[in-house]
């Protein structure tokens, strides 16, 4: 499977983005689907996930603030991120565990740049 991320951009404090990733390939063995980021100088860090049963996990530092979603018959997982904050500034990455061996596979990520 194949991920391409895209949405990412500049932004001022308080506003918001949405970032889109498409997953081509076989998308049938998808287990779960997940955002992560990292900052300059930082480790990759989870944003949010979906799992079975659309089950949501959400990083302390963003809850309340972004919502993970997925269309599967587009095969695309959304990341809606709101109240944006300079220390949200980094490279975000799609994520997804595919196969009976929940292989991690990643896209190539989009960078997200707020600014205060």
């Known amino acids: 499977v194949q991920l391409q991320a895209s949405g990412g951009g500049l932004v001022q404090a308080g506003g918001s983005l949405r970032l889109s990733c498409v997953a081509s390939?076989?998308?049938?063995?998808?287990?779960?689907m997940a955002w992560y980021r990292q900052a300059p100088g930082k480790l990759r860090e989870l944003v949010a996930l979906i799992g079975t049963g659309d089950h949501t996990i959400y990083a302390d530092s963003m809850k309340g603030r972004v919502a993970i979603s997925k269309d599967s018959a587009k095969n695309t997982l959304y990341l809606q991120m709101n109240s944006l904050k300079p220390e949200d500034t980094a490279v975000y990455y799609c994520n997804v565990e595919w196969g009976s061996k929940w292989e991690d596979i990643w896209g190539q990520g989009t960078q997200v740049t707020v600014s205060s």
């Open positions: 390939g076989d998308t049938s063995s998808i287990n779960q």
